[in-house]
């Protein structure tokens, strides 16, 4: 389904010297499943996700989608694949603090044009684990139930695949692990591609997965 091929990012400030964050990087994702990319601050984990996720321009090299090359890809293309097929978590949860959890859930609902009821709600809601939490502002919930309230938006537009970038950055290690339970549970249907620097999680969460 997604494949990349000699990806390379060459960052080019506007003072200082060229950087090269990715050079030659060629990967295969399957269907379904959790991946982990690992590797220490710097090493270009964040600008990987970004440019398979269309958010950034590739320098050089090849992102296959589905059989098409990014190459052929129209700007109506990459908008669409990025606001349908990919949804994206961040280490700053992306919510609106001032709205009730449902709130947020409804307002992301239509955005996609979708029906905002509360039975629609309620479904986004248990898929992460968080029923009977619509009436909470985000401001009464835990680290690990404001990242599940992130993830839930992004679920609104049924993406095939959910990119994290150090989702549990801001954790303990208890809401942090129910974070990762959550999108383990998503990676049985969907690609779950996590950005981490912490190889002990990935290692115990992917051996179980
Ligand atoms: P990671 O997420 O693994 O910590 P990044 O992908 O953020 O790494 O960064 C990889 C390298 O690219 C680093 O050397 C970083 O300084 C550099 N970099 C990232 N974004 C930019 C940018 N917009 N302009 C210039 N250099 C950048
Ligand atoms: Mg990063």
């Known amino acids: 389904m997604l494949e990349v091929q000699g990806l390379t990012k060459v960052y080019t400030p506007k003072k200082g010297v ?18 982990f990319v690992l590797g220490k601050s710097g090493s270009g984990k964040s600008t990987l996700l970004n440019l398979i996720g269309g958010l950034d321009s590739v320098t050089e090299g090849d992102i296959v989608i589905k059989g098409k090359s990014s190459a052929d890809f129209s700007q ?16 700053e949860y992306n919510i609106l603090t001032e709205f009730t959890v449902g709130k947020n859930i409804g307002l992301a609902l239509e955005l996609q044009g ?33 990242q599940r309230v ?3 938006r992004a679920l609104v537009k049924n993406p095939e695949i959910i990119m994290a970038d ?30 981490s620097h912490d190889r002990d999680y990935a290692e115990s969460f992917t051996a179980t997965a």
């Open 114 to 146: 979708k029906k905002a009821d509360k039975a629609s709600i309620e479904e986004i809601l248990a898929q992460v684990d968080l029923t009977g939490y619509a009436q909470r502002k985000p401001n009464e919930l835990s680290g690990g139930q404001k």
């Open 76 to 91: 109506a293309d990459f908008d669409s694949y990025r606001n349908t097929f990919i949804g994206f978590i961040f280490q």
């Open 166 to 195: 150090e989702p549990t950055g801001a954790l303990d290690s208890t809401t942090g692990k129910q974070v990762f339970e959550t999108l383990q549970k998503l990676s049985k249907t969907k690609l779950v591609i996590i950005v």
């Open 18 to 35: 060229p950087v090269r964050a990715l050079d030659g990087v060629d990967l295969k994702f399957e269907e379904t499943g959790m991946v």
């Open 150 to 152: 992130a993830i839930a």
